[in-house]
Protein backbone atom coordinates (compact mmCIF):
# COMPACT_ATOMS: atom_id res chain seq x y z
CA UNK A 1 0.00 0.00 0.00
CA UNK A 2 1.04 3.38 -1.10
CA UNK A 3 1.49 6.18 1.54
CA UNK A 4 -1.55 7.82 -0.75
CA UNK A 5 -3.72 5.23 -0.66
CA UNK A 6 -2.88 4.93 3.56
CA UNK A 7 -6.05 5.85 5.60
CA UNK A 8 -5.30 8.65 7.84
CA UNK A 9 -7.05 9.51 10.54
CA UNK A 10 -8.38 12.09 12.49
CA UNK A 11 -5.94 13.36 14.29
CA UNK A 12 -3.47 13.06 11.68
CA UNK A 13 -6.22 15.29 9.28
CA UNK A 14 -5.99 17.89 12.02
CA UNK A 15 -2.33 17.99 12.73
CA UNK A 16 -0.93 17.83 8.89
CA UNK A 17 -4.22 19.38 6.76
CA UNK A 18 -6.56 21.59 8.89
CA UNK A 19 -4.02 23.40 11.28
CA UNK A 20 -1.28 23.93 8.83
CA UNK A 21 -3.72 25.16 6.64
CA UNK A 22 -5.47 27.38 8.91
CA UNK A 23 -2.29 28.93 10.25
CA UNK A 24 -1.09 29.50 6.94
CA UNK A 25 -4.54 31.94 6.44
CA UNK A 26 -4.26 33.83 9.31
CA UNK A 27 -5.93 31.75 11.74
CA UNK A 28 -2.84 31.38 13.99
CA UNK A 29 -3.42 32.27 17.94
CA UNK A 30 -6.21 31.73 20.76
CA UNK A 31 -7.16 35.07 20.28
CA UNK A 32 -8.79 33.76 16.48
CA UNK A 33 -8.51 30.20 16.61
CA UNK A 34 -9.64 27.29 19.71
CA UNK A 35 -9.38 23.66 19.61
CA UNK A 36 -11.42 21.27 20.84
CA UNK A 37 -14.24 24.30 21.20
CA UNK A 38 -16.73 23.43 23.95
CA UNK A 39 -20.25 23.79 23.54
CA UNK A 40 -22.12 21.91 26.21
CA UNK A 41 -20.98 19.71 29.41
CA UNK A 42 -22.83 17.26 28.76
CA UNK A 43 -26.11 15.89 30.06
CA UNK A 44 -26.33 14.42 33.44
CA UNK A 45 -27.64 10.99 33.78
CA UNK A 46 -29.24 9.58 36.75
CA UNK A 47 -30.51 5.75 37.08
CA UNK A 48 -31.64 3.74 39.90
CA UNK A 49 -30.10 6.23 42.80
CA UNK A 50 -26.26 5.34 41.58
CA UNK A 51 -24.02 8.67 41.52
CA UNK A 52 -24.61 10.50 38.72
CA UNK A 53 -22.55 10.45 35.54
CA UNK A 54 -22.18 12.76 32.64
CA UNK A 55 -22.58 12.06 28.82
CA UNK A 56 -19.75 13.11 27.03
CA UNK A 57 -19.65 16.97 25.65
CA UNK A 58 -20.06 18.48 23.17
CA UNK A 59 -16.69 20.10 21.59
CA UNK A 60 -16.07 21.78 18.17
CA UNK A 61 -12.72 20.67 16.61
CA UNK A 62 -11.74 23.96 15.72
CA UNK A 63 -13.75 27.63 16.35
CA UNK A 64 -12.15 30.65 14.35
CA UNK A 65 -13.14 33.74 16.25
CA UNK A 66 -13.45 37.28 15.89
CA UNK A 67 -13.75 39.11 19.01
CA UNK A 68 -14.13 36.63 20.94
CA UNK A 69 -17.18 35.04 18.78
CA UNK A 70 -17.20 32.11 17.12
CA UNK A 71 -18.18 32.96 13.48
CA UNK A 72 -16.75 29.78 11.50
CA UNK A 73 -16.29 26.29 12.94
CA UNK A 74 -14.38 23.34 11.72
CA UNK A 75 -14.78 19.34 11.95
CA UNK A 76 -12.57 16.75 10.84
CA UNK A 77 -12.78 13.23 9.49
CA UNK A 78 -10.13 10.19 8.68
CA UNK A 79 -9.61 9.75 4.92
CA UNK A 80 -11.87 7.66 3.96
CA UNK A 81 -14.92 9.18 4.12
CA UNK A 82 -16.33 11.26 1.38
CA UNK A 83 -15.24 15.18 1.70
CA UNK A 84 -18.89 16.09 3.06
CA UNK A 85 -19.59 13.27 5.70
CA UNK A 86 -19.03 15.70 8.39
CA UNK A 87 -21.19 18.43 7.06
CA UNK A 88 -24.26 17.41 8.99
CA UNK A 89 -22.47 17.31 12.43
CA UNK A 90 -20.66 20.66 11.60
CA UNK A 91 -24.07 22.23 11.09
CA UNK A 92 -25.73 20.42 14.23
CA UNK A 93 -22.88 22.59 16.18
CA UNK A 94 -23.02 25.91 13.58
CA UNK A 95 -26.32 25.55 14.61
CA UNK A 96 -26.12 25.45 18.60
CA UNK A 97 -23.65 28.25 18.06
CA UNK A 98 -25.32 30.22 15.32
CA UNK A 99 -21.95 30.90 13.41
CA UNK A 100 -22.57 31.73 9.69
CA UNK A 101 -19.88 29.11 8.35
CA UNK A 102 -19.49 25.31 8.94
CA UNK A 103 -16.63 23.29 7.57
CA UNK A 104 -15.52 19.78 7.45
CA UNK A 105 -12.39 17.89 6.24
CA UNK A 106 -10.71 14.62 5.27
CA UNK A 107 -7.49 15.65 4.65
CA UNK A 108 -8.16 16.21 0.60
CA UNK A 109 -10.05 19.45 1.09
CA UNK A 110 -12.55 21.64 2.75
CA UNK A 111 -16.26 21.17 2.90
CA UNK A 112 -18.25 24.54 3.45
CA UNK A 113 -21.72 25.48 3.80
CA UNK A 114 -22.24 28.89 4.69
CA UNK A 115 -25.43 29.17 6.50
CA UNK A 116 -26.04 32.76 5.55
CA UNK A 117 -26.77 31.67 1.72
CA UNK A 118 -27.09 27.93 2.17
CA UNK A 119 -24.94 27.44 -0.57
CA UNK A 120 -21.83 24.78 -0.34
CA UNK A 121 -18.71 24.47 -2.11
CA UNK A 122 -15.51 22.35 -2.05
CA UNK A 123 -12.16 24.31 -1.40
CA UNK A 124 -8.76 23.14 -2.20
CA UNK A 125 -6.69 23.30 1.17
CA UNK A 126 -4.56 26.24 0.52
CA UNK A 127 -7.77 28.66 -0.05
CA UNK A 128 -9.32 28.03 2.84
CA UNK A 129 -10.47 31.66 3.60
CA UNK A 130 -8.77 34.58 5.94
CA UNK A 131 -10.69 36.29 8.54
CA UNK A 132 -11.06 39.08 6.47
CA UNK A 133 -12.92 37.40 3.77
CA UNK A 134 -14.86 35.71 5.92
CA UNK A 135 -15.78 39.38 7.94
CA UNK A 136 -16.56 40.90 4.54
CA UNK A 137 -19.05 37.96 3.68
CA UNK A 138 -20.75 38.62 6.73
CA UNK A 139 -21.18 42.42 6.39
CA UNK A 140 -21.75 42.19 2.60
CA UNK A 141 -24.60 39.89 3.74
CA UNK A 142 -26.24 42.18 5.96
CA UNK A 143 -25.70 45.24 4.94
CA UNK A 144 -24.88 46.73 8.37
CA UNK A 145 -23.89 50.48 8.26
CA UNK A 146 -20.87 51.41 10.23
CA UNK A 147 -22.89 52.52 13.12
CA UNK A 148 -25.02 49.31 13.54
CA UNK A 149 -21.62 47.19 12.62
CA UNK A 150 -20.07 49.16 15.75
CA UNK A 151 -22.68 47.59 17.85
CA UNK A 152 -23.13 44.05 16.55
CA UNK A 153 -19.08 43.29 16.53
CA UNK A 154 -18.36 44.85 19.96
CA UNK A 155 -16.60 42.42 21.48
CA UNK A 156 -18.05 41.14 25.75
CA UNK A 157 -16.45 42.55 28.56
CA UNK A 158 -13.05 40.13 29.93
CA UNK A 159 -11.22 40.21 32.79
CA UNK A 160 -8.62 37.39 34.32
CA UNK A 161 -10.31 34.70 35.89
CA UNK A 162 -13.94 34.88 34.10
CA UNK A 163 -15.61 32.33 32.22
CA UNK A 164 -16.46 33.42 28.91
CA UNK A 165 -20.24 33.53 28.47
CA UNK A 166 -21.97 29.99 27.24
CA UNK A 167 -22.87 28.82 23.86
CA UNK A 168 -26.76 29.85 24.34
CA UNK A 169 -26.02 33.35 26.85
CA UNK A 170 -23.94 34.37 23.65
CA UNK A 171 -26.68 33.66 21.25
CA UNK A 172 -29.24 36.04 23.61
CA UNK A 173 -26.34 38.44 23.43
CA UNK A 174 -25.80 38.91 20.10
CA UNK A 175 -29.81 38.85 19.32
CA UNK A 176 -30.18 41.43 21.18
CA UNK A 177 -27.49 43.51 20.37
CA UNK A 178 -28.76 43.13 16.48
CA UNK A 179 -32.09 44.07 17.02
CA UNK A 180 -31.24 47.09 18.69
CA UNK A 181 -28.58 47.95 16.10
CA UNK A 182 -31.73 47.05 13.61
CA UNK A 183 -33.72 49.85 15.69
CA UNK A 184 -36.05 47.79 17.43
CA UNK A 185 -37.49 49.18 21.19
CA UNK A 186 -39.14 46.23 22.54
CA UNK A 187 -37.97 42.62 23.31
CA UNK A 188 -37.77 39.36 24.90
CA UNK A 189 -35.26 37.07 26.49
CA UNK A 190 -36.84 33.40 27.67
CA UNK A 191 -33.77 31.77 29.55
CA UNK A 192 -34.80 28.86 31.92
CA UNK A 193 -34.19 29.85 36.00
CA UNK A 194 -30.24 28.87 36.89
CA UNK A 195 -28.73 29.99 32.81
CA UNK A 196 -27.58 33.30 33.97
CA UNK A 197 -29.71 35.75 32.81
CA UNK A 198 -27.78 38.42 34.95
CA UNK A 199 -24.72 37.36 33.55
CA UNK A 200 -26.40 37.74 29.77
CA UNK A 201 -27.97 41.43 30.81
CA UNK A 202 -24.18 42.47 31.88
CA UNK A 203 -22.81 41.55 28.56
CA UNK A 204 -25.50 43.39 26.87
CA UNK A 205 -25.26 46.43 28.55
CA UNK A 206 -21.62 46.36 28.49
CA UNK A 207 -21.28 46.32 25.19
CA UNK A 208 -24.68 48.71 23.94
CA UNK A 209 -22.08 51.10 26.71
CA UNK A 210 -19.18 50.71 24.86
CA UNK A 211 -20.66 51.21 21.26
CA UNK A 212 -21.89 54.49 22.11
CA UNK A 213 -26.01 53.16 21.57
CA UNK A 214 -27.00 53.84 25.14
CA UNK A 215 -25.69 56.06 28.28
CA UNK A 216 -28.49 55.72 30.96
CA UNK A 217 -29.62 52.40 32.07
CA UNK A 218 -32.38 51.48 34.72
CA UNK A 219 -32.43 47.43 35.54
CA UNK A 220 -35.87 46.85 37.38
CA UNK A 221 -36.38 43.69 39.56
CA UNK A 222 -39.39 42.84 41.92
CA UNK A 223 -36.97 41.72 44.86
CA UNK A 224 -34.35 43.32 46.84
CA UNK A 225 -32.07 39.59 46.90
CA UNK A 226 -32.31 39.94 42.82
CA UNK A 227 -30.71 43.75 43.40
CA UNK A 228 -27.99 42.47 45.65
CA UNK A 229 -26.74 39.92 44.10
CA UNK A 230 -26.30 41.52 40.24
CA UNK A 231 -24.23 44.57 42.69
CA UNK A 232 -22.12 42.25 43.94
CA UNK A 233 -21.34 39.89 41.62
CA UNK A 234 -22.65 39.90 37.87
CA UNK A 235 -22.78 43.91 37.44
CA UNK A 236 -19.63 44.08 40.16
CA UNK A 237 -17.31 45.70 37.21
CA UNK A 238 -19.48 48.59 36.53
CA UNK A 239 -18.17 50.10 40.07
CA UNK A 240 -18.55 53.75 40.43
CA UNK A 241 -20.36 54.06 37.46
CA UNK A 242 -23.79 51.92 39.04
CA UNK A 243 -25.71 52.60 41.67
CA UNK A 244 -28.15 50.74 43.56
CA UNK A 245 -31.81 52.58 44.61
CA UNK A 246 -32.34 52.90 47.95
CA UNK A 247 -35.81 54.02 48.84
CA UNK A 248 -37.61 56.25 46.84
CA UNK A 249 -34.49 58.58 46.61
CA UNK A 250 -34.62 58.95 42.36
CA UNK A 251 -30.85 59.91 42.14
CA UNK A 252 -29.51 61.11 39.07
CA UNK A 253 -25.43 60.11 39.95
CA UNK A 254 -24.73 57.52 37.74
CA UNK A 255 -25.08 55.46 34.55
CA UNK A 256 -26.28 52.31 36.04
CA UNK A 257 -29.33 52.36 38.57
CA UNK A 258 -30.41 49.15 39.82
CA UNK A 259 -34.15 49.53 41.52
CA UNK A 260 -37.55 47.12 42.49
CA UNK A 261 -40.42 48.46 41.23
CA UNK A 262 -42.18 49.47 44.30
CA UNK A 263 -39.58 52.15 44.73
CA UNK A 264 -40.69 53.64 41.34
CA UNK A 265 -44.67 53.45 42.31
CA UNK A 266 -46.49 54.52 45.62
CA UNK A 267 -50.14 53.55 46.34
CA UNK A 268 -50.41 56.58 48.78
CA UNK A 269 -49.58 58.59 46.00
CA UNK A 270 -52.02 60.32 43.34
CA UNK A 271 -51.35 58.86 39.72
CA UNK A 272 -49.24 61.84 38.52
CA UNK A 273 -47.38 61.68 40.82
CA UNK A 274 -45.36 58.93 41.45
CA UNK A 275 -41.89 58.67 41.74
CA UNK A 276 -40.36 57.54 38.65
CA UNK A 277 -41.66 61.09 37.14
CA UNK A 278 -38.84 62.60 39.23
CA UNK A 279 -37.29 61.39 36.03
CA UNK A 280 -37.40 62.96 32.49
CA UNK A 281 -39.19 60.43 30.10
CA UNK A 282 -36.49 60.77 28.19
CA UNK A 283 -33.94 59.93 31.10
CA UNK A 284 -33.15 56.41 30.34
CA UNK A 285 -31.75 54.75 26.94
CA UNK A 286 -31.99 51.64 27.94
CA UNK A 287 -34.18 49.55 30.87
CA UNK A 288 -34.35 45.97 31.64
CA UNK A 289 -37.16 44.11 33.14
CA UNK A 290 -36.15 41.32 34.84
CA UNK A 291 -38.72 38.80 36.18
CA UNK A 292 -41.00 40.51 33.58
CA UNK A 293 -43.86 37.39 34.12
CA UNK A 294 -44.34 38.33 37.27
CA UNK A 295 -47.24 40.93 36.29
CA UNK A 296 -44.68 43.45 35.30
CA UNK A 297 -45.87 43.70 31.97
CA UNK A 298 -49.87 43.45 32.43
CA UNK A 299 -51.98 46.07 30.35
CA UNK A 300 -53.32 46.78 34.43
CA UNK A 301 -50.66 46.76 35.96
CA UNK A 302 -48.82 49.94 38.12
CA UNK A 303 -45.53 48.32 36.45
CA UNK A 304 -46.95 48.97 33.25
CA UNK A 305 -47.05 52.22 33.47
CA UNK A 306 -43.67 52.83 34.67
CA UNK A 307 -42.66 51.21 31.48
CA UNK A 308 -45.06 53.24 29.25
CA UNK A 309 -43.89 56.72 30.83
CA UNK A 310 -40.40 55.49 29.68
CA UNK A 311 -41.80 54.50 26.24
CA UNK A 312 -38.93 56.21 24.12
CA UNK A 313 -36.95 53.66 25.68
CA UNK A 314 -35.23 50.68 24.80
CA UNK A 315 -36.84 47.83 26.66
CA UNK A 316 -35.76 44.11 27.10
CA UNK A 317 -37.88 41.74 29.45
CA UNK A 318 -36.28 38.82 30.84
CA UNK A 319 -38.05 35.27 32.12
CA UNK A 320 -37.91 31.97 33.15
CA UNK A 321 -41.60 31.48 31.66
CA UNK A 322 -42.43 31.47 28.40
CA UNK A 323 -45.95 32.71 27.15
CA UNK A 324 -48.92 31.43 28.03
CA UNK A 325 -51.60 30.98 25.68
CA UNK A 326 -54.24 29.98 28.28
CA UNK A 327 -53.68 33.11 30.45
CA UNK A 328 -53.25 36.03 27.97
CA UNK A 329 -53.01 38.17 31.32
CA UNK A 330 -49.69 37.19 32.26
CA UNK A 331 -48.75 36.87 28.14
CA UNK A 332 -45.16 38.56 28.42
CA UNK A 333 -45.29 38.18 24.70
CA UNK A 334 -48.30 40.97 24.03
CA UNK A 335 -45.85 43.85 25.52
CA UNK A 336 -42.78 42.85 24.31
CA UNK A 337 -43.26 40.89 21.41
CA UNK A 338 -41.92 36.80 20.84
CA UNK A 339 -38.70 36.24 22.16
CA UNK A 340 -36.11 36.87 19.97
CA UNK A 341 -34.44 33.92 22.00
CA UNK A 342 -35.40 31.13 24.11
CA UNK A 343 -33.21 28.34 25.83
CA UNK A 344 -35.82 26.38 27.60
CA UNK A 345 -35.52 24.32 31.20
CA UNK A 346 -35.37 21.17 28.82
CA UNK A 347 -32.57 22.17 26.80
CA UNK A 348 -30.64 23.67 29.76
CA UNK A 349 -30.81 20.13 31.17
CA UNK A 350 -30.11 18.39 27.64
CA UNK A 351 -26.62 20.13 27.37
CA UNK A 352 -25.92 19.43 31.03
CA UNK A 353 -26.04 23.03 32.43
CA UNK A 354 -28.68 21.73 34.14
CA UNK A 355 -29.46 18.49 36.44
CA UNK A 356 -32.11 16.60 35.25
CA UNK A 357 -35.22 16.81 37.71
CA UNK A 358 -37.56 13.87 39.19
CA UNK A 359 -41.03 14.08 40.67
CA UNK A 360 -41.95 12.18 43.58
CA UNK A 361 -45.37 12.19 45.08
CA UNK A 362 -45.83 11.51 49.12
CA UNK A 363 -49.22 9.79 50.19
CA UNK A 364 -50.05 12.28 53.08
CA UNK A 365 -52.84 11.89 55.50
CA UNK A 366 -54.54 15.07 55.17
CA UNK A 367 -53.56 15.78 51.36
CA UNK A 368 -55.82 12.86 50.64
CA UNK A 369 -58.94 13.66 53.37
CA UNK A 370 -58.41 17.11 53.86
CA UNK A 371 -57.87 18.99 57.44
CA UNK A 372 -60.64 20.17 59.69
CA UNK A 373 -59.94 21.68 63.22
CA UNK A 374 -61.41 20.28 66.07
CA UNK A 375 -64.09 21.90 68.48
CA UNK A 376 -62.00 25.06 70.33
CA UNK A 377 -58.47 24.27 68.78
CA UNK A 378 -56.36 27.42 68.93
CA UNK A 379 -53.70 28.24 66.38
CA UNK A 380 -50.24 28.83 66.70
CA UNK A 381 -51.10 32.30 67.56
CA UNK A 382 -53.31 31.76 69.81
CA UNK A 383 -56.58 32.17 67.81
CA UNK A 384 -59.42 30.15 67.71
CA UNK A 385 -59.79 28.37 63.82
CA UNK A 386 -62.47 27.80 62.19
CA UNK A 387 -64.53 24.76 62.09
CA UNK A 388 -64.69 23.92 58.44
CA UNK A 389 -62.82 21.57 56.16
CA UNK A 390 -59.33 22.45 54.29
CA UNK A 391 -58.45 21.18 51.24
CA UNK A 392 -54.93 20.33 50.31
CA UNK A 393 -55.55 23.49 48.00
CA UNK A 394 -55.53 25.58 50.93
CA UNK A 395 -51.90 24.22 52.33
CA UNK A 396 -49.81 26.94 52.51
CA UNK A 397 -52.36 29.67 51.34
CA UNK A 398 -54.59 28.97 54.33
CA UNK A 399 -53.82 27.08 56.37
CA UNK A 400 -49.35 26.25 57.39
CA UNK A 401 -49.52 22.61 59.10
CA UNK A 402 -46.13 22.61 60.84
CA UNK A 403 -45.61 18.92 61.14
CA UNK A 404 -46.83 18.05 57.35
CA UNK A 405 -43.61 20.92 56.41
CA UNK A 406 -41.63 18.60 58.58
CA UNK A 407 -42.66 15.11 56.91
CA UNK A 408 -42.37 16.40 53.32
CA UNK A 409 -38.62 17.93 54.54
CA UNK A 410 -37.87 14.83 55.90
CA UNK A 411 -38.59 12.47 53.25
CA UNK A 412 -37.30 14.94 50.32
CA UNK A 413 -33.77 14.88 52.60
CA UNK A 414 -33.63 10.98 53.05
Not at 163 to 191: C, F, S, W
Not at 243 to 262: C, D, F, P, Q, W
Not at 295 to 302: I, L, N, T, V
Amino acid sequence: MSLVDEIIGEEDVKTFYILKNLQCKGWNDRSVMRTEYPITDGRIVVSNGTTPKRESAKRADYALLHNGNPIAIVEAKKSDVHLSTGIQQALKYGNMLDVPFVYCCNGSAFYEHDRLTGKEREIPLDQFPTKDELLERIRSYHNYTPEQLKIVEQPYYWESGMYPPRYYQRRAINETLKHVAQGDKRMLLVMATGTGKTLTAFHIIHCLRKSGAVKKILYLADRNALIDQSVKQDFKPFGKDMVKLTGRNMTTSAEIYLGLYHQFYDYRRAGDNQPYMEYDKNYFDFIIIDECHRGSAKADSEWHKILEYFSDAIQLGLTATPRQDDNVENDNAAYFGEPIYNYSLKQGIEDGFLAPYMTTRISINVDQTGYQPEEGEIDNNGLLMESTVFERSSFGVDLHIDERDMLVAKYVTD
